[in-house]
């Protein structure tokens, strides 16, 4: 089953996994994408829902070109001396396991081993993917939880969100000056959305001086950001005007 992940919601995976939990247990689960952010948020979201429910070991495969998909198949059916239930992530940045690889997953899909969940993580299903038997076999025995790319128009919103969750806001002008300065870089975005929080939860009460005196590296969007409380960002660096009054 193919599920369109809604990446505007920050609460978007959570639902998507509790949805599908409430309804039967999911042994196979893929998730595919090109947003290296959004795609790590999701891998580790899903790890963490499967450790809540008693999966604590990992084993991970990137397979290569003398990969034993034979081997591999093989160590899924014995099981672990360390834990009763196990999951294995298979990564496909190419998203092209090649034949052996095809009917492995095939395979897999066919008949499932016991204690065994399995996560395939792939580049975003282009129309080849799509139509291959693999993908297919996937599609039918699991759920492809597959992550668009960020459309422009719905970045502010998604940058307002992460601001809030970390306890600020940000005017207008300022969500858009993030998203120029980011360039449609979510990591970039996300990378200056956690150093925005971390300066204003750590240093509140010297924050006019920290800006004014320059003593720690300053990005554009700082000039521009409207902050919670107490102070809101003046039109030049280092100017701040108090919202107390």
Not at 112 to 125: E, G, K
Not at 138 to 167: F, H, K, N, T
Request: glycine share 6%; charged share 20%; hydrophobic share 40%.
């Amino acid at each position: 089953m193919q599920v369109r992940l809604d990446i505007r919601a920050t609460d978007g995976l959570k639902k998507l996994i509790e949805s599908r939990s409430a309804s039967k247990a999911t042994p196979l689960w893929a998730i595919s994408g090109d947003d290296a952010l959004l795609v790590g948020e999701a891998t580790d979201g899903l790890r963490q829902h499967l450790k809540g429910l008693g999966i604590q070991e990992r084993q991970v495969e990137v397979p290569d070109r003398s990969f034993d998909w034979k081997n591999w198949i093989a160590a899924a059916g014995t099981g672990s001396l360390f834990s009763e239930q196990r999951l294995m992530e298979l990564r496909l940045p190419t998203g092209k396991p090649g034949l052996e690889g095809s009917k492995s997953i095939q395979a897999w899909c066919a008949n499932p081993p016991q204690d065994v969940t399995l996560l395939v993580t792939l580049p975003r299903a282009d129309k080849a993917m799509l139509a291959s038997s693999w993908f297919g076999a996937l599609d039918q025995a699991g759920l492809v939880i597959l992550i668009p790319e960020m459309q422009r128009p719905d970045l502010p919103g998604w940058i307002s969100q992460r601001l809030r969750a970390q306890g600020l806001t940000a005017t207008p002008d300022a969500l858009s000056l993030i998203c120029e300065q980011c360039e449609g870089n979510l990591i970039a975005a996300h990378q200056e959305i956690l150093k925005l929080a971390y300066h204003h939860k750590q240093q509140t009460a010297q924050l006019t001086s920290l800006m004014s005196a320059h003593s720690w590296p300053m990005s554009p969007v700082l000039t521009r950001f409207l902050w919670a409380k107490p102070y809101s960002v003046a039109t030049q660096p280092g100017q701040f005007e108090s919202c107390a009054d």
